[in-house]
């Protein structure tokens, strides 16, 4: 229960219509969810336009609705504000109604195309060990201290991801670490909420089906270091070329890692295999678990995040420093008999199978194949699809093409698409196989002793969503029984 009065400020107002000194119950976006007493947001959405459905929640009993476009019918009782924008009012509204719990907690955002789950992971895991009540918010789950909540969208709309703040902040959590998709900041999610500290990992060419321009993406991107305050930190990847950008108009205070430009926050790969890395970091040698250079760059935000919230450096690397990643990026299984590799990677973009597929190269011992899995999803930017194939091709010996999650689209023309550019010795390394597993059990069918198999795409996802229906499929499971089979 709020007043609507209190829960409106910073949102910006045109016009009122009604007593603003009133109780809210609860707020919805979804007009299916309005009950007695609640606050009705009509935001513009992709798929509906809430402002239409103003008349049906106001007979369910909404005691108040904001919208950009007043109705001409207006029902008496019911207080309604206008405003700029609903979208970004959701936030502030969200914000308030929960208490501002962002302000009471130590909230870091972090956003990039690739590394986001695996940074807020370790951010979560390492200040867990340090002795915090933590909270997290990713692509893979969230968490509430020990407890674990399903998550659904990497960043969740305003009123949930509030809602979640609170509850977090009530089971006494000091730290928040929260992945921040362009999504997210495009469509005011994150609206009126107070970050600590905002990293950034990289960008690369995704989600043009959503932004249309790559430079839109960025700019996106980049609105989020443009909304931070003086009192907080900003970290971004000095080796990346966008990655001086993205601070460049930002108040809070600037920080940079990286492992080949000037940076505070500086490392140097001296070991990379299968047992993970050794890394110097500010004059001293760590040796992580996690393996791959793009983790080398995941581990220095961490440091760098960490320093900035005030941690001990000797205390962070020992922590770091037996840590695992999170779920489904490079997580590797050894055959017994047969010693194949297996590794099941989140890799969906361009950049990330490049860097997943070039840490496998760097691990090779001899004669050894890289055989890939690969597909793309359905009903988003078909421009990746193309250079997905292109690449898979040439960083392995053989490659199977097959399903990612088709959505709404047909398998065969997904594959089709990403034949587009093939070379023609690419094209002499690939087998298209729409049915997932079978283009699994093909990939261990060819591989020989002590090769390297990718199965790269979907990562930690349990399901495989196929005509608007989501069938249960792990990769790891699937790869963990095949293998039992092969050793029998």
Do not use: W
């Not at 996802?461 to 092969?486: A, H, N, S, T």
């Amino acid at each position: 229960m709020a007043n609507l009065q209190d829960i409106l400020y910073k949102v910006s107002i045109r016009s009122v219509y009604g007593e603003l000194e009133r109780t809210v119950g609860d707020l919805q976006t979804d007009s299916r969810k309005v009950v007695p007493g609640s606050l009705f947001i009509a935001v513009k959405g992709t798929h509906a336009d809430g402002h239409q459905y103003i008349g049906q929640v106001t007979e369910q009993g909404a005691v108040a609705v904001v919208c950009e476009v007043l109705p001409e019918q207006k029902k008496e009782g019911v207080t309604y504000v206008q405003v700029e924008d609903s979208a970004a009012a959701a936030g502030y509204l969200a914000h308030n109604f929960y208490g501002q719990p962002s302000t009471k907690m130590k909230l870091v955002g972090v956003t990039g195309t690739n590394g986001k789950t695996t940074i807020a992971t370790l951010l979560y895991k390492l200040f867990s060990a340090l002795g915090s009540t933590c909270g997290l918010l990713s692509t893979v789950e969230n968490h509430i201290g020990d407890k674990i909540v399903p998550a659904t969208h990497t960043t969740p709309d305003p009123i949930q991801l509030n809602a979640l703040l609170k509850e977090m902040l009530d089971q006494g959590c000091t730290h928040v670490f929260m992945e921040t998709s362009s999504h997210a900041i495009h469509q005011h999610r994150i609206a009126g909420l107070q970050y600590a500290g905002a990293l950034f990992s990289n960008i690369t060419h995704d989600h043009l089906d959503y932004h249309k321009t790559f430079e839109e993406y960025i700019r996106v991107k980049k609105s989020f270091f443009d909304g931070l305050s003086s009192d907080a930190f900003a970290i971004s990847n000095a080796d990346d070329k966008r990655g001086a950008v993205m601070l460049q108009n930002t108040a809070a205070k600037k920080y940079f890692y990286g492992l080949k430009n000037t940076a505070e926050f500086k490392g140097k790969i001296l070991e990379n295999n299968l047992t993970g890395l050794v890394m110097s970091i500010d004059d001293q040698e760590v040796h992580f678990r996690l393996i791959g250079e793009f983790n080398a760059y995941n581990l220095l935000a961490v440091y760098g995040a960490a320093i900035c919230l005030g941690e001990d450096r000797q205390e962070v690397l020992r922590v770091l420093s037996v840590l695992s990643g999170a779920e489904g990026r490079f997580d590797y299984i050894i055959s017994p008999k047969e010693k194949i590799i297996g590794i099941v990677d989140y890799a969906h973009t361009p950049d990330a199978l490049v860097n997943v597929l070039a840490t496998i190269q760097k691990l090779r011992k001899g004669h050894e194949q890289v055989i890939t899995v690969v597909g793309c999803g359905g009903d988003r930017d078909k421009t990746k699809r193309p250079v997905m194939g292109s690449v898979a091709c040439e960083y392995s010996d053989r490659v199977i093409f097959t399903s990612d999650n088709p959505r709404s689209e047909e398998p065969d023309q997904i594959l089709r698409d990403m034949e587009t550019e093939l070379n023609t010795a690419a094209k002499r390394k690939y087998i298209p196989i729409a049915d997932r597993k079978d283009a699994i059990r093909t990939a261990i069918n060819l591989a020989r002793p002590e090769d390297i198999l990718l199965i790269a795409g979907k990562g930690h996802e349990k399901y495989q969503e196929i005509k608007g229906v989501k069938y249960p499929f792990d990769d790891k499971q699937v790869l963990l029984e095949m293998f039992e089979l092969l050793d029998k």
